[in-house]
Protein backbone atom coordinates (compact mmCIF):
# COMPACT_ATOMS: atom_id res chain seq x y z
CA UNK A 1 0.00 0.00 0.00
CA UNK A 2 2.38 2.49 0.84
CA UNK A 3 4.61 1.69 -2.51
CA UNK A 4 1.43 2.84 -4.12
CA UNK A 5 0.74 5.63 -2.87
CA UNK A 6 4.33 7.36 -3.19
CA UNK A 7 4.72 5.45 -6.93
CA UNK A 8 6.10 7.95 -9.55
CA UNK A 9 2.75 8.51 -11.05
CA UNK A 10 1.65 9.61 -7.55
CA UNK A 11 4.25 12.03 -7.10
CA UNK A 12 3.86 13.47 -10.95
CA UNK A 13 0.42 14.04 -10.10
CA UNK A 14 1.54 15.70 -6.78
CA UNK A 15 4.23 18.51 -8.20
CA UNK A 16 1.63 18.93 -10.99
CA UNK A 17 -0.97 19.71 -7.99
CA UNK A 18 2.13 21.89 -6.11
CA UNK A 19 2.92 23.94 -9.38
CA UNK A 20 -0.94 24.47 -9.74
CA UNK A 21 -1.11 25.87 -6.16
CA UNK A 22 1.82 28.10 -6.90
CA UNK A 23 0.97 29.44 -10.08
CA UNK A 24 -2.69 30.39 -8.02
CA UNK A 25 -1.16 32.18 -5.65
CA UNK A 26 1.81 34.36 -8.05
CA UNK A 27 -1.60 34.98 -10.46
CA UNK A 28 -3.50 36.43 -6.87
CA UNK A 29 -0.61 38.65 -5.62
CA UNK A 30 -0.10 39.94 -8.78
CA UNK A 31 -2.26 42.59 -7.46
CA UNK A 32 0.42 44.62 -7.00
CA UNK A 33 1.14 44.77 -10.85
CA UNK A 34 -2.26 45.86 -11.47
CA UNK A 35 -1.93 48.26 -9.18
CA UNK A 36 1.24 49.78 -10.60
CA UNK A 37 -0.56 49.65 -14.03
CA UNK A 38 -2.62 52.46 -13.07
CA UNK A 39 0.25 54.47 -11.52
CA UNK A 40 -0.82 57.15 -14.07
CA UNK A 41 -4.75 57.05 -14.09
CA UNK A 42 -5.81 56.27 -10.73
CA UNK A 43 -3.92 59.25 -8.60
CA UNK A 44 -5.43 62.77 -8.79
CA UNK A 45 -1.88 64.15 -7.22
CA UNK A 46 1.44 63.20 -5.74
CA UNK A 47 0.44 62.16 -2.61
CA UNK A 48 -2.23 59.64 -4.26
CA UNK A 49 0.59 58.37 -6.33
CA UNK A 50 2.82 57.92 -2.94
CA UNK A 51 0.46 56.27 -1.20
CA UNK A 52 -0.33 53.77 -3.79
CA UNK A 53 3.62 52.99 -4.25
CA UNK A 54 3.49 52.55 -0.79
CA UNK A 55 0.65 50.42 -0.22
CA UNK A 56 1.47 47.88 -3.15
CA UNK A 57 5.61 48.45 -2.31
CA UNK A 58 4.82 46.58 0.77
CA UNK A 59 3.94 43.36 -0.81
CA UNK A 60 6.05 43.50 -3.75
CA UNK A 61 8.62 40.98 -2.29
CA UNK A 62 5.90 38.21 -1.97
CA UNK A 63 4.88 38.23 -5.52
CA UNK A 64 9.00 38.33 -6.93
CA UNK A 65 9.60 35.30 -4.30
CA UNK A 66 6.62 33.67 -5.60
CA UNK A 67 7.62 34.05 -8.74
CA UNK A 68 11.54 32.62 -8.23
CA UNK A 69 9.45 29.91 -6.41
CA UNK A 70 6.94 28.80 -8.92
CA UNK A 71 9.93 29.10 -11.87
CA UNK A 72 12.17 26.94 -9.41
CA UNK A 73 9.40 23.91 -8.83
CA UNK A 74 8.40 23.87 -12.62
CA UNK A 75 12.01 23.44 -13.41
CA UNK A 76 12.76 21.29 -10.77
CA UNK A 77 9.38 18.64 -11.17
CA UNK A 78 8.64 18.77 -14.87
CA UNK A 79 12.86 20.12 -16.52
CA UNK A 80 11.70 18.96 -20.15
CA UNK A 81 8.86 21.51 -20.13
CA UNK A 82 11.31 24.44 -18.58
CA UNK A 83 14.11 23.72 -21.11
CA UNK A 84 11.23 23.42 -24.10
CA UNK A 85 9.94 26.58 -22.95
CA UNK A 86 12.60 28.48 -22.37
CA UNK A 87 14.88 27.03 -24.83
CA UNK A 88 12.29 27.43 -27.56
CA UNK A 89 9.71 30.76 -26.50
CA UNK A 90 12.37 32.81 -24.83
CA UNK A 91 12.02 36.27 -25.99
CA UNK A 92 8.47 35.83 -24.02
CA UNK A 93 10.07 34.68 -21.13
CA UNK A 94 13.02 37.00 -21.63
CA UNK A 95 10.62 39.76 -21.45
CA UNK A 96 8.30 38.61 -18.60
CA UNK A 97 11.53 38.62 -16.58
CA UNK A 98 13.02 42.06 -17.54
CA UNK A 99 9.74 43.51 -16.69
CA UNK A 100 10.27 42.02 -13.26
CA UNK A 101 13.56 42.94 -12.74
CA UNK A 102 13.13 46.97 -13.63
CA UNK A 103 9.89 46.62 -11.16
CA UNK A 104 12.63 45.73 -8.38
CA UNK A 105 15.33 48.59 -9.41
CA UNK A 106 12.31 50.84 -9.64
CA UNK A 107 10.69 50.04 -5.58
CA UNK A 108 14.17 50.12 -5.07
CA UNK A 109 15.76 53.64 -6.32
CA UNK A 110 12.44 55.68 -7.27
CA UNK A 111 12.61 57.66 -3.73
CA UNK A 112 16.32 57.97 -3.53
CA UNK A 113 17.84 61.37 -2.90
CA UNK A 114 20.78 60.24 -5.76
CA UNK A 115 18.38 58.78 -8.21
CA UNK A 116 19.86 60.59 -11.34
CA UNK A 117 17.05 59.66 -13.76
CA UNK A 118 14.33 61.19 -11.40
CA UNK A 119 10.76 59.53 -10.04
CA UNK A 120 9.27 59.57 -13.26
CA UNK A 121 11.73 57.32 -14.95
CA UNK A 122 10.88 54.83 -11.64
CA UNK A 123 7.22 55.13 -12.40
CA UNK A 124 7.33 54.36 -16.09
CA UNK A 125 9.04 50.76 -14.45
CA UNK A 126 6.28 50.06 -12.55
CA UNK A 127 3.78 50.75 -14.67
CA UNK A 128 5.82 48.26 -17.69
CA UNK A 129 5.90 46.01 -15.37
CA UNK A 130 2.37 46.27 -14.15
CA UNK A 131 0.94 46.18 -17.73
CA UNK A 132 3.41 43.69 -19.55
CA UNK A 133 3.75 41.53 -16.72
CA UNK A 134 -0.04 40.01 -15.88
CA UNK A 135 -0.67 40.29 -19.88
CA UNK A 136 2.60 37.94 -20.88
CA UNK A 137 1.78 35.45 -18.23
CA UNK A 138 -1.22 34.71 -19.12
CA UNK A 139 -0.85 34.35 -22.46
CA UNK A 140 2.15 32.13 -22.40
CA UNK A 141 -0.61 30.15 -19.40
CA UNK A 142 -3.12 29.91 -22.60
CA UNK A 143 -0.61 28.17 -24.88
CA UNK A 144 -1.30 25.33 -22.32
CA UNK A 145 -4.55 25.20 -24.39
CA UNK A 146 -3.81 26.56 -27.73
CA UNK A 147 -0.52 25.37 -28.56
CA UNK A 148 3.02 26.18 -29.30
CA UNK A 149 4.76 25.95 -32.50
CA UNK A 150 7.82 23.48 -31.16
CA UNK A 151 9.32 19.91 -31.97
CA UNK A 152 11.67 17.79 -29.98
CA UNK A 153 13.81 15.17 -31.56
CA UNK A 154 14.90 12.04 -29.70
CA UNK A 155 17.69 13.55 -27.58
CA UNK A 156 15.02 15.97 -26.35
CA UNK A 157 16.27 18.95 -28.38
CA UNK A 158 13.92 21.80 -28.71
CA UNK A 159 13.29 23.43 -32.49
CA UNK A 160 11.12 26.39 -32.69
CA UNK A 161 9.09 26.46 -35.83
CA UNK A 162 9.10 30.64 -36.29
CA UNK A 163 11.67 33.03 -35.71
CA UNK A 164 9.42 34.79 -33.11
CA UNK A 165 10.28 31.83 -30.38
CA UNK A 166 7.38 32.57 -28.22
CA UNK A 167 6.38 36.00 -29.69
CA UNK A 168 4.14 34.64 -32.30
CA UNK A 169 1.27 33.76 -29.44
CA UNK A 170 0.12 37.17 -29.82
CA UNK A 171 -1.27 36.47 -33.35
CA UNK A 172 -4.08 34.35 -31.38
CA UNK A 173 -7.02 35.65 -30.30
CA UNK A 174 -7.73 33.16 -27.47
CA UNK A 175 -4.63 33.62 -26.24
CA UNK A 176 -5.05 37.53 -26.16
CA UNK A 177 -8.22 37.05 -24.42
CA UNK A 178 -6.05 35.09 -21.17
CA UNK A 179 -3.67 37.38 -21.42
CA UNK A 180 -5.99 40.72 -21.00
CA UNK A 181 -8.42 38.38 -18.38
CA UNK A 182 -4.99 38.35 -16.39
CA UNK A 183 -4.39 41.76 -16.64
CA UNK A 184 -7.70 43.26 -15.40
CA UNK A 185 -7.98 40.63 -12.90
CA UNK A 186 -4.64 41.94 -11.44
CA UNK A 187 -6.09 45.47 -11.81
CA UNK A 188 -9.41 44.65 -9.99
CA UNK A 189 -7.50 42.61 -7.03
CA UNK A 190 -5.35 45.45 -7.33
CA UNK A 191 -8.20 48.04 -6.53
CA UNK A 192 -9.15 46.19 -4.23
CA UNK A 193 -6.30 45.77 -2.13
CA UNK A 194 -5.66 49.65 -2.11
CA UNK A 195 -9.67 49.99 -0.79
CA UNK A 196 -8.76 47.90 1.53
CA UNK A 197 -5.03 49.09 2.81
CA UNK A 198 -5.11 53.67 2.33
CA UNK A 199 -7.23 55.74 4.23
CA UNK A 200 -8.28 58.23 2.19
CA UNK A 201 -11.84 58.95 0.93
CA UNK A 202 -11.00 60.41 -2.75
CA UNK A 203 -8.70 58.06 -3.47
CA UNK A 204 -11.11 54.98 -2.81
CA UNK A 205 -13.80 56.56 -4.12
CA UNK A 206 -11.89 56.89 -7.42
CA UNK A 207 -10.80 53.33 -6.97
CA UNK A 208 -14.39 52.02 -6.71
CA UNK A 209 -15.34 53.42 -10.11
CA UNK A 210 -12.13 52.28 -11.67
CA UNK A 211 -13.11 49.44 -9.94
CA UNK A 212 -16.41 48.85 -12.28
CA UNK A 213 -15.12 49.67 -15.63
CA UNK A 214 -12.38 47.06 -14.75
CA UNK A 215 -14.34 44.57 -13.66
CA UNK A 216 -16.50 44.48 -16.56
CA UNK A 217 -13.29 44.05 -19.15
CA UNK A 218 -12.43 41.09 -16.91
CA UNK A 219 -15.53 39.53 -17.65
CA UNK A 220 -15.39 40.31 -20.98
CA UNK A 221 -12.11 38.70 -22.09
CA UNK A 222 -12.65 35.89 -19.16
CA UNK A 223 -15.94 34.66 -20.70
CA UNK A 224 -14.58 34.86 -24.18
CA UNK A 225 -11.72 32.66 -23.39
CA UNK A 226 -13.81 30.31 -21.17
CA UNK A 227 -16.39 29.27 -23.65
CA UNK A 228 -13.71 29.35 -26.37
CA UNK A 229 -11.90 26.53 -24.09
CA UNK A 230 -14.76 24.25 -23.38
CA UNK A 231 -16.63 24.49 -27.20
CA UNK A 232 -12.20 23.77 -28.59
CA UNK A 233 -10.46 20.53 -29.45
CA UNK A 234 -8.22 19.61 -26.56
CA UNK A 235 -5.16 17.63 -27.18
CA UNK A 236 -6.18 14.29 -25.31
CA UNK A 237 -2.93 12.00 -24.04
CA UNK A 238 -2.58 8.83 -24.11
CA UNK A 239 -0.14 7.52 -20.79
CA UNK A 240 0.28 3.98 -22.20
CA UNK A 241 1.28 4.78 -25.81
CA UNK A 242 2.41 8.75 -25.42
CA UNK A 243 0.23 9.25 -28.53
CA UNK A 244 -1.31 12.82 -28.10
CA UNK A 245 -4.02 13.45 -29.98
CA UNK A 246 -7.16 16.39 -30.76
CA UNK A 247 -10.42 15.45 -28.81
CA UNK A 248 -13.55 17.12 -29.48
CA UNK A 249 -14.78 19.33 -26.10
CA UNK A 250 -11.69 17.91 -24.56
CA UNK A 251 -11.26 20.82 -21.78
CA UNK A 252 -15.41 20.17 -20.95
CA UNK A 253 -15.02 17.21 -20.69
CA UNK A 254 -12.26 17.23 -18.06
CA UNK A 255 -15.03 19.46 -15.87
CA UNK A 256 -17.10 17.05 -16.18
CA UNK A 257 -14.98 14.01 -15.46
CA UNK A 258 -13.61 15.73 -12.72
CA UNK A 259 -16.52 17.12 -10.70
CA UNK A 260 -14.48 18.66 -7.89
CA UNK A 261 -12.47 20.46 -10.14
CA UNK A 262 -15.55 22.35 -11.24
CA UNK A 263 -17.07 22.85 -7.76
CA UNK A 264 -13.22 24.62 -6.62
CA UNK A 265 -13.47 26.25 -10.61
CA UNK A 266 -17.02 27.72 -9.93
CA UNK A 267 -16.44 28.53 -5.70
CA UNK A 268 -13.47 30.35 -6.84
CA UNK A 269 -15.29 32.64 -9.65
CA UNK A 270 -18.49 33.50 -7.13
CA UNK A 271 -15.98 34.24 -4.46
CA UNK A 272 -14.15 37.04 -7.40
CA UNK A 273 -17.77 38.46 -8.19
CA UNK A 274 -19.10 38.88 -4.61
CA UNK A 275 -15.63 40.63 -3.95
CA UNK A 276 -16.24 42.91 -6.05
CA UNK A 277 -19.98 43.04 -5.50
CA UNK A 278 -19.90 43.94 -1.82
CA UNK A 279 -17.25 46.68 -2.60
CA UNK A 280 -19.46 48.39 -5.61
CA UNK A 281 -22.22 48.08 -3.35
CA UNK A 282 -21.95 47.39 0.59
CA UNK A 283 -18.70 49.86 0.42
CA UNK A 284 -17.29 47.28 1.97
CA UNK A 285 -12.92 47.52 2.31
CA UNK A 286 -13.08 43.13 2.70
CA UNK A 287 -13.40 42.35 -1.15
CA UNK A 288 -9.56 41.87 -1.54
CA UNK A 289 -10.20 38.50 0.57
CA UNK A 290 -12.76 37.14 -1.20
CA UNK A 291 -11.71 37.83 -4.53
CA UNK A 292 -7.86 37.01 -3.49
CA UNK A 293 -9.24 33.42 -2.35
CA UNK A 294 -11.82 33.14 -5.49
CA UNK A 295 -8.56 34.14 -7.91
CA UNK A 296 -6.43 31.63 -5.95
CA UNK A 297 -9.31 28.59 -6.48
CA UNK A 298 -10.66 29.71 -10.50
CA UNK A 299 -6.29 29.27 -11.51
CA UNK A 300 -5.66 26.18 -9.35
CA UNK A 301 -8.92 24.74 -10.70
CA UNK A 302 -7.85 25.67 -14.70
CA UNK A 303 -4.11 24.03 -14.01
CA UNK A 304 -5.29 21.19 -12.88
CA UNK A 305 -7.89 21.13 -16.22
CA UNK A 306 -4.49 21.71 -18.45
CA UNK A 307 -2.61 18.45 -16.85
CA UNK A 308 -5.20 16.04 -15.22
CA UNK A 309 -7.29 13.67 -16.63
CA UNK A 310 -4.87 12.31 -19.91
CA UNK A 311 -4.33 15.66 -21.48
CA UNK A 312 -1.34 17.56 -22.65
CA UNK A 313 -0.32 20.68 -20.66
CA UNK A 314 2.17 21.89 -22.99
CA UNK A 315 0.82 20.69 -26.28
CA UNK A 316 2.94 21.15 -30.00
CA UNK A 317 0.26 22.16 -32.38
CA UNK A 318 3.54 22.08 -34.83
CA UNK A 319 4.47 18.44 -34.24
CA UNK A 320 1.94 16.92 -31.92
CA UNK A 321 4.25 13.76 -31.08
CA UNK A 322 5.93 16.38 -29.06
CA UNK A 323 3.59 17.26 -26.72
CA UNK A 324 4.48 17.53 -23.14
CA UNK A 325 2.01 15.66 -20.47
CA UNK A 326 3.32 15.08 -16.98
CA UNK A 327 4.28 11.87 -17.07
CA UNK A 328 7.18 12.40 -20.02
CA UNK A 329 8.07 15.83 -18.62
CA UNK A 330 8.84 15.54 -15.21
CA UNK A 331 11.92 14.32 -13.19
CA UNK A 332 12.24 11.31 -11.91
CA UNK A 333 10.77 9.33 -8.87
CA UNK A 334 14.13 9.46 -7.03
CA UNK A 335 14.04 13.56 -7.53
CA UNK A 336 10.13 13.59 -6.94
CA UNK A 337 10.15 11.87 -3.63
CA UNK A 338 13.35 13.81 -2.51
CA UNK A 339 11.31 16.96 -3.35
CA UNK A 340 7.92 15.98 -2.14
CA UNK A 341 9.30 15.91 1.63
CA UNK A 342 11.16 19.10 1.43
CA UNK A 343 7.63 20.37 -0.11
CA UNK A 344 6.14 19.48 3.26
CA UNK A 345 7.81 22.76 4.84
CA UNK A 346 5.20 24.50 2.36
CA UNK A 347 2.79 24.72 5.62
CA UNK A 348 5.41 26.63 8.13
CA UNK A 349 6.03 29.65 4.78
CA UNK A 350 2.46 29.95 4.28
CA UNK A 351 2.07 30.78 7.85
CA UNK A 352 4.71 33.14 7.97
CA UNK A 353 3.89 35.25 4.75
CA UNK A 354 0.09 35.40 6.61
CA UNK A 355 2.28 36.78 9.60
CA UNK A 356 3.97 39.19 8.28
CA UNK A 357 0.89 40.34 5.89
CA UNK A 358 -0.62 41.05 9.00
CA UNK A 359 2.00 42.56 10.65
CA UNK A 360 2.61 44.66 7.71
CA UNK A 361 -1.06 45.77 7.34
CA UNK A 362 -1.89 45.98 10.66
CA UNK A 363 -2.70 50.15 9.84
CA UNK A 364 -3.86 51.53 6.40
CA UNK A 365 -1.61 53.86 4.67
CA UNK A 366 -2.47 58.00 5.69
CA UNK A 367 -1.13 61.42 4.72
CA UNK A 368 0.65 61.50 7.99
CA UNK A 369 2.14 57.88 8.49
CA UNK A 370 4.24 58.74 4.96
CA UNK A 371 5.76 62.23 6.28
CA UNK A 372 6.81 60.53 9.39
CA UNK A 373 7.46 56.75 8.58
CA UNK A 374 12.10 56.93 7.83
CA UNK A 375 11.32 54.73 4.68
CA UNK A 376 9.12 55.81 1.80
CA UNK A 377 8.86 54.38 -1.82
Do not use: C
Not at 184 to 204: A, C, M, Q
Amino acid sequence: MTTLLISHLFLQYYWWVIVSLLSSLLVFLMFVQGGQSMIYSLPDNDLHKTMIVNALGRKWEFTFTTLVTFGGVFFASFPLFYATSFGGAYWVWIAILFSFIIQAIAYEYRSKSANIFGTKTFDLFLFLNGALGPFLIGTAVATFFTGSQYSLNLMFNVEWATEWHGLEALLNGRNLALGLAILFLTRVNGLLYIINSVDDEKLVKKSVRKLMINSVSFLVFFLFFLVTLLLSDGFAANRETGKVVLEKYKYLHNFIQMPVVIIIFLAGVTGVLYGIAITIFRNSRKGIWFSGTGTVLSVFAIFIVAGFNGTSFYPSSYHMASSLTIHNASSSEFTLKTMMYVSFIIPFVVAYIWYAWREINKKRITEDELKNDGHVY
